[in-house]
């Protein structure tokens, strides 16, 4: 009965503070802090402030932040412009033209910025305007870019994946390289349903753009180019063993300020915002992980997670 108490107000008051619109990690704080109190006789604070700095003291995180900030420059840059004049050409002849520019497009960033949010705000803000114009279906210029942009979840280098390993004490560099293979065949997988969406309702895509020589279209791939090997030395690091998750996060911030400053876009005002709104991500981030620590160590001395495993090893026996 004190386990069923214990979960019941672990729910209770988790539910209560959520409900009340507090910020997620103080409200895991919270519902810990309750639970310490009431069933256990540690002190709260001292556990408090081992949890947190031990979640948030690892090096492994400092990757966390620095790709935040490379998404962030790369969101006030031109790079979505540049990406749409440079996919459009090889799209446009493909079942379903230009709406592979959302899947081809969010693939792309979602190798450099490491995260779905940025990945749909900045495909989005190219495509969107473009695809409207020219007479895309509403729900089919959403859809590929909303089912698209969670690929910034799988492909690396994505933040969630950072936050996972550093959960699980797992290499990072490792659940990077388990994650390209099948965010491409996700990626494979939305183009193929455009294609047979474009093959069973014909009717609903634009006309095709005008042609463009082989030629034409290499010229237009310029703009790609900077992306292209940006991901090569993010990504490319990694893989080869030449720096590790945070070493190459680091490599990808000099790059994306390297681009932004040749592509003329560099100003003080997108540094001091590219930077504030890096740091607000990084410290969401880093507060709900102290807050799920917090949490964690507070259940286990409460013996919730034994009583939860020991109910489930009951359910299988009894069958």
Not at 106 to 118: D, E, L, P, Q, Y
Not at 138 to 148: I, Q
Not at 244 to 251: C, K, L, P, Q
């Amino acid at each position: 009965m004190n386990e069923v108490l214990a979960t019941g107000i672990f729910l209770f008051t988790l539910f209560f503070l959520l409900g009340s619109g507090v910020w997620i990690g103080l409200a895991l704080l919270g519902v810990a802090y309750v639970g310490m109190e009431l069933f256990t006789t540690r002190p709260v604070g001292d556990a408090m402030i081992t949890a947190i700095w031990s979640s948030a003291s690892g090096w492994s995180l400092t990757a966390l932040p620095l790709f935040i900030w490379m998404g962030e420059i790369l969101y006030r840059t031109r790079l979505s412009e540049d990406m749409f004049r440079g996919l459009a050409p090889w799209m446009s002849p493909l079942p379903g033209r230009l709406l592979h520019t959302n899947v081809v497009g969010s693939t792309i960033f979602a190798a450099v910025s490491g995260s779905s949010a940025a990945t749909l705000t900045t495909v989005g803000k190219m495509s969107i305007p473009e695809l409207d114009k020219r007479g895309y279906p509403e729900f089919m210029v959403f859809g590929t870019l909303v089912g698209s942009a969670t690929l910034g979840l799988m492909i690396p280098p994505s933040l969630t994946l950072i936050v996972y390993g550093v959960t699980i004490n797992e290499s990072i560099s490792k659940l990077f390289m388990a994650g390209i293979l099948p965010g491409l065949t996700l990626a494979l997988l939305f183009m193929g349903y455009v294609a047979a969406w474009s093959f069973f309702k014909p009717s609903q895509v634009p006309p095709a753009e005008p042609g463009m020589s082989f030629a034409e279209r290499v010229k237009e791939s310029r703009f790609l180019i900077p992306v292209i090997i940006l991901i090569g030395v993010v990504i490319g690091s990694i893989y080869t063993g030449t720096a590790t998750a945070t070493e190459s996060a680091a490599f990808g911030v000099i790059g994306a300020l390297s681009l932004a400053f040749f592509q003329g876009s560099l100003t003080r005002d997108t540094f001091v915002k590219s930077l504030m709104g890096a740091t607000r991500t990084s410290c969401m981030i880093a507060l709900i992980l102290s807050g799920a620590a917090f949490l964690a160590l507070a259940m286990g001395f409460t013996g919730l997670p034994s009583l939860a495993a020991e109910f489930i090893a009951g359910l299988s026996c009894h069958r």
